[in-house]
């Protein structure tokens, strides 16, 4: 069993989730992200938030994968300083959601006074309803943003059990980890992390507090990323044990900090239903057939 804690599902197919499934994938946590182009009202992050703990938890459980998102303004987006307050506003409606399993992905991009500030905020709302954070690193200068997201987090009294800082690679691995923070690998072989890269991180450092995600997203990404590197990782002699906490179980622990994210939720799921709708809304067209299985054919590692 595999669990992808860090995919924007909301802009993937049906043929991505049953790829998912059959490869092993049980759970997917969606990062709350921008979409590509920036939104101009607050009444489209309340929509996309109510997608989150909406509709793609249900398209989800359609293809036998427990969905779970983190809240949070992202980086980006920040930058639009009078949206970005409405947005601060609306935030508290969504993190009590049930399936909402930390703030983020929150952070730097390029590192500006407004992204700074809503960095702030948003690490005190994590405080005051006690969820983990996960940080977004940035791309550009990435070792002084990885630095000083740790550092502001600190400054704000957050434990660094949890906070997830993503985006990591070979110059910032050692310093998160150091510090006690977990350190999240997108797998992104062309911009952020190949795989073949990933294996010698893990061959280095070992599984403690380290996490596989894919990130895949609207742009050139893959969804399966995370049971393509373990395959890597058991070819390259890794052992299962460690294979597993670095593509499950340490996902599983540092989420599941936030009372939201129990192993029994795929493990004890209900059977696959594809006749059940939402709001009589179904993931099925005209006269295809629904998938309805018997209990649950997951096999625990």
């Keep these: 069993m595999y669990i992808d804690p860090h995919i924007h599902v909301v802009s993937r197919t049906t043929d991505d989730y049953e790829a998912m499934r059959k490869a092993g994938i049980v759970a997917i946590i969606e990062p709350a992200f921008w979409l590509g182009q920036p939104r101009t009202e607050v009444g489209s992050f309340k929509d996309y938030f109510s997608t989150l703990v909406g509709w793609e938890r249900f398209r989800a459980s359609q293809f ?23 947005v601060m506003e609306l935030l508290p409606l969504y993190v009590g959601k049930e399936g909402v399993v930390a703030i983020g992905e929150i952070g730097y991009d390029d590192q500006t006074e407004a992204e700074d500030k809503f960095y702030r905020l948003q690490l005190e709302l994590a405080k005051e309803v006690d969820l983990p954070v996960l940080i977004h690193t940035p791309h550009r200068d990435k070792r002084k943003g990885t630095i000083r997201s740790m550092d502001v987090s600190e400054e704000h009294g ?123 809304n179904s993931v099925l067209r005209g006269g295809q057939t629904p998938r309805v ?9």
């Design 293 to 301: 299985e018997g209990p649950s054919d997951i096999v625990e590692n």
């Design 64 to 86: 036998g994968i427990v969905h779970y998102c983190t809240m949070g303004l992202n980086s980006k987006e920040a930058n639009n300083e009078p949206l970005a307050e409405e």
């Design 158 to 280: 957050l434990d660094p059990q949890m906070v997830i800082v993503d985006h990591n690679n070979e110059e910032t691995v050692k310093e998160v980890l150091d510090r006690g923070y977990y350190a999240g690998f997108t797998i992104y072989p062309h911009t952020k992390m190949g795989s073949e890269r990933m294996v010698e991180i893990v061959k280095q450092y070992g599984p403690e507090r380290i996490i596989v995600n894919s990130a895949a997203d609207w742009g050139i990404s893959d969804p399966l990323a995370v049971p393509k590197t373990a395959d890597l990782m058991r070819k390259s002699g890794i052992p299962e044990d460690h294979i597993k906490l670095v593509t499950y179980q340490n996902a599983l622990t540092a989420f599941g900090q936030s009372g939201q994210m129990d192993e029994q939720d795929w493990l004890n799921a209900a059977p696959l239903d594809q006749t059940k709708k939402m709001s009589g």
